[in-house]
Nanobody, 114 residues
Framework: QVQLVESGGGLAQAGGSLRLSCAASRRSIFNAMRWYRQAPGKQREFVAI???????NYADSVKGRFTISSDGANNTVYLQMSSLKPEDTAVYYC?????????WGQGTQVTVSS
């Protein structure tokens, strides 16, 4: 079992920045890490992914504003969010794909005020 702990959420103004972190409790097989988000009354949606080869991909809604990166030495993946918009307000979750398993964090709230 791998525990994922997100941090870095909070309140930001439109146009501002936040950096989310997702720390894994131990080293494990790392196929990919994804960030998802879920706004009130909406379905959870994909935000970004980074694979074990360093390949990244983003949802169109965040492309050019968000950057996903990983620090293998610290078992941590980051999501740098810039030029934030009120529509980025959501609970953000990280999701580790480790072999046949999927692990989820508990989520961190991001609120962007206009």
């Amino acid at each position: 079992q791998v525990q994922l702990v997100e941090s870095g959420g909070g309140l930001a103004q439109a146009g501002g920045s936040l950096r989310l972190s997702c720390a894994a409790s131990r080293r494990s097989i790392f196929n990919a890490m994804r960030w998802y988000r879920q706004a009130p009354g909406k379905q959870r949606e994909f935000v970004a992914i980074i694979t074990n080869s360093g390949t990244t991909n983003y949802a169109d809604s965040v492309k050019g504003r968000f950057t996903i990166s990983s620090d293998g030495a610290n078992n941590t993946v980051y999501l740098q969010m810039s030029s934030l918009k009120p529509e980025d307000t959501a609970v953000y979750y990280c999701n580790l794909i480790s072999g046949p398993y999927n692990f989820w964090g508990q989520g961190t709230q991001v609120t962007v005020s206009s």
